[in-house]
């Protein structure tokens, strides 16, 4: 969407697309610029913020300032990132620059560490950090932007599992316990397979089902993978693809009613996901199973 304020010195264009996972919110920026660039980022204040460069093109690199006139006290490295704790705010600097496309996600920390369930971790909420490197988190947050505009309902766990597997990254939630390896109780998986079942194909959150098991999300997640070999979304878009697949089989139902049916957008969308798991195209499975 476009962004209604006005726009800083030298900016010509810019565009915000924003979505929230989890209690995170994410917001995918992007930049046309014309020159030399200097204006304070928006952000809610009273959340911590993470934010990574995605993509640039100047001929000067963009940089986070913790203030107008002071420079970024750390040398450029690519795919670098920040760290900014509530109430501080930061500026984005370019001589010059072109265009730049950078994610920021907000959140409280208190809260996302509840929700992972961590106490305490490797982070201090209150010390910026500027310009570091982390390659991993950097792939997570890109990930997470891609999905912003993904209307498909497994975006919901999917999204919900990178903004836990980001929190537990940042938060230095890194030892998995015993029981998380060993996977869910047979009662617990039982529940999660009955409860996606019945929402099937409808969204589920993370914190639904960590919530129906007792346990915290990043535990849940852990577990559940152990369990089924799964991740919960991967097993979500997996059960849909078999009830279109038992669709197929079994009704006369054009393409484009089990694709509505199972929760995708169109058919095509449904023949490109049917494809990357399947190996073949809908109306070819279907033609190869019913001759």
């Known amino acids: ?17 924003s979505r929230s996972w989890n209690g995170v919110s994410v917001d995918l920026n992007e930049f046309t610029c014309t020159g030399r660039v200097c204006f304070p980022m928006e952000a809610n204040l009273e959340r911590a913020r993470l934010g990574a460069l995605l993509e640039e093109v100047g001929t000067d690199h963009w940089e986070v300032r913790t203030a107008r006139s002071t420079p970024c006290p750390n040398a450029y490295r690519p795919r670098h990132m920040y760290f900014a704790p509530a109430d501080l705010e930061l500026w984005g600097h370019s001589a010059d620059t072109r265009f730049v496309r950078c994610a920021a996600i907000s959140f ?29 988190l950097w792939l997570l947050i890109k990930l997470l932007t891609e999905a912003i505009d993904d209307s498909d309902p497994t975006t919901e766990l999917y999204g919900d599992s990178l903004t836990v597997a980001i929190a537990s990254k940042l938060l230095g939630l ?30 589920v959150s993370l914190a639904e089902l960590a919530d129906l098991a007792g346990l915290s999300q990043s535990h849940y997640s852990r577990a559940f993978k152990a369990s089924t070999g799964f991740s919960p979304y991967q097993w979500q878009l997996q059960a849909r693809i078999e009830r279109a697949q038992n669709m197929m089989i079994n009704t006369n139902k054009s393409l484009d009613d089990i694709a509505e049916n199972t929760g995708f957008a169109d058919s095509v969308h449904f023949g490109r996901t049917f494809r990357n798991l399947t190996g073949a195209t809908p109306a070819a499975w279907r033609s190869d199973r019913l001759s």
């Open 1 to 17: 969407m476009s962004h209604s304020q006005p726009l800083p010195e030298n900016v010509a264009r810019r565009t915000t697309s």
């Open 108 to 136: 409280e920390v208190d809260e996302i560490r509840q929700r992972i369930g961590v106490e305490r971790g490797t982070l201090s909420a209150g010390v910026a950090r500027i310009r570091f490197v982390d390659e991993t």
């Open 174 to 203: 890194q030892e998995e316990t015993k029981s998380s390896k060993c996977g869910l109780s047979p009662v617990q998986l039982s529940d999660a397979m009955s409860y996606l079942d019945a929402k099937l194909p409808c969204r």
